[in-house]
């Protein structure tokens, strides 16, 4: 949360102090402003200096108060640019208007993103917002217990432990699946955002899986507890 404490600006170079300031300004506005949570997210997180925009993700109560935002930074906008030099992207959205965002872009926003305003922490909404995905189960009774093993060793990675005289280190490698952003839930079973399914699929059949999809809506929560139930 930032409302009190203040924004992260450690992603901002130090020499530039004017920059961190007027972004500093802009979070104590959106904050005046009733935003409850806003980030910085994408490029400008990574590599302030090369990118050519700040954006910025905000969520708000309803429509009413989006609007009220936008048109506060209609009317500001170029000042913070011309103190932060560069474009300002400013997103505003509603609560209600957080579903009509894929499961990628809310991971970008709002997962990836560093919290900058509000007093709502971003892993709240993230929590609580139900969002659709894929649960998909493995057929794999075709393939040969040597070839199960290596099929989903290449699908969802592997860890092992290497030890090394008195020290223990553990190696892990991730599966293709695991890039997609897939949740193993079970033995042959996993979830995946609904954006994300055809990727997922063509990892399957690349492979020779039989697989059966059955489209579920899921919040982080539902995910966190299906995957501790699976352990």
């Known amino acids: 949360m930032c409302g009190l404490v203040g924004p992260d600006l450690s992603w901002i170079p ?8 007027a972004l500093a300004a802009l979070a104590r506005a959106l904050n005046a402003l009733g935003v409850l949570c806003a980030t910085a997210y994408g490029d400008c997180i990574s590599d302030f200096e090369g990118a050519e925009a700040l954006n910025i993700f905000s969520v708000v109560e309803d429509e009413e108060d989006a609007r009220a935002v936008r048109a506060w930074f ?4 170029k000042r ?3 103190a ?3 474009l300002v992207v400013l997103t505003v959205v509603s609560i209600d208007e957080l579903d009509e965002y894929s499961p990628s872009e809310l991971d970008e926003a709002l997962g990836s993103g560093i919290q900058i305003a ?3 922490d971003k ?3 993230l929590g609580g917002m139900r969002r659709p995905h894929a649960l998909i189960t493995l057929d794999m009774t075709a393939l040969r217990v040597r070839e199960r093993l290596a099929v ?7 860890e092992e432990v290497v030890v090394r005289g008195p020290d ?5 490698r991730a599966g293709a699946l695991d890039k997609l952003g897939a949740i193993r839930v079970g033995r042959n079973a996993f979830i995946v955002p609904r954006d994300r399914i055809d990727d997922a699929v063509r990892e399957l059949e690349k492979r020779g899986v039989r697989y059966f999809i059955r489209e579920v809506v899921l919040s982080e929560n539902d995910i966190r507890h299906l995957k501790s139930r699976s352990m």
């Open 152 to 158: 989903r060793a290449e699908l969802f990675g592997t």
């Open 118 to 120: 509000g007093d709502v």
């Open 84 to 86: 932060i030099g560069k």
């Open 168 to 172: 223990a280190f553990k190696s892990t």
């Open 74 to 77: 209609n009317k500001t906008a």
């Open 80 to 82: 913070y640019e011309h």
């Open 14 to 21: 130090v020499e530039r102090r004017r920059a961190r300031m």
């Open 123 to 125: 892993s709240f909404i």
